[in-house]
């Protein structure tokens, strides 16, 4: 039997052995993870994201960066993309993806893939999901650098956020023996968890506001919407830092 006939009880029962999920799918009826934390996530947040973003992806392609049970790049199907790819570097949130893909009918290609394995990857993509992804990397500009060199249109970018939610532009220098910018409110600041946030270890660099905004920019991320507070849209600029230190490094 094609997954896409299954029956809401045979659905429910895949579910199930499938382990339990982080994001709440509705399979036809059967919902995935109803008693989440967050709420019905990520679909409380999709409905602000969501209409920020173009209704039809007809033509176009989109890679979802950590890409969990698959909520976004199956809605990117839904809205028409052409290609869809999803990445995860855990195989137990891909079954679930391909299970959802096969229940929904829809084509999404799903690969066990680290995020940094993106530098091997030979493929750019008109729009790109990086989502709740950043704060679980121990190496988050990296990541987002590679990101941000397969982003043809936009990249979606969305993280947790401790600490203060001013912003202010930056400078173009800090004097050495001035130390009041780190005391502000409004300087980037990344929180560094050594042992466990919330339960879960593989939590390890929260930004404040300005420390997001900031780092999107250095990693040549121009924000052109910010639908809800934890999510920016970008653009990409082609200027990021790590161009600037192969340049001063005589590489480029
Ligand atoms: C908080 S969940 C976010 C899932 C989804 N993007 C969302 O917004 O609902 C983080 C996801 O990132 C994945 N992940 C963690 N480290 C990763 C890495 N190095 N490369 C790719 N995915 C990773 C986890 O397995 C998990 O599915």
């Known amino acids: 039997m094609s997954s896409a006939a299954l029956s809401s009880a045979d659905i429910r029962q895949q579910v199930e052995a499938l382990g339990e999920w982080f994001q709440n799918l509705d399979l036809k009826g059967v919902a995935t993870a109803p008693r989440h934390y967050l709420g019905d996530y ?9 209409p920020a973003l173009p209704a039809r992806l007809d033509g176009l392609s989109v890679l979802d960066i950590g890409c969990n049970a698959g909520f976004h790049a199956l809605e990117c199907k839904r809205r028409g993309a052409r290609r869809v790819l999803g990445i995860d570097a855990d195989a137990r949130y891909l079954a679930q993806a391909r299970f959802a893909a096969a229940v929904l009918n829809l084509e999404v290609a799903f690969e066990h893939r680290s995020v940094y394995a993106l530098a091997e990857l030979d493929e750019r993509f008109d729009y790109v999901f990086f989502l709740g992804l950043i704060y679980h990397l121990r190496y988050p500009l990296y990541a987002l650098d590679l990101a941000a060199r397969l982003t043809r249109r936009r990249l979606v970018f969305q ?10 532009p930056p400078a173009p220098d800090y004097d050495f023996w001035d130390r009041s910018p780190f005391r502000r409110p409004e300087f980037p600041k990344l ?9 879960d270890p593989t939590n390890w660099w929260i930004p404040n506001r300005a ?8 990693a040549g991320l121009e924000p052109v919407a910010h639908p809800e507070p934890e999510t920016w849209i970008c653009a990409p600029t082609g200027r990021a830092g790590y161009v600037w230190e192969r340049e001063l490094a005589g590489t480029l």
């Open 191 to 199: 929180y560094f968890i050594e042992r466990s946030y919330a339960g």
């Open 211 to 218: 420390a997001a905004e900031a780092m999107l920019r250095s």
């Open 42 to 50: 990520p679909a409380n947040k999709w409905r602000r994201i969501g």
């Open 159 to 168: 993280t947790m956020l401790r600490g203060s939610a001013q912003v202010a």
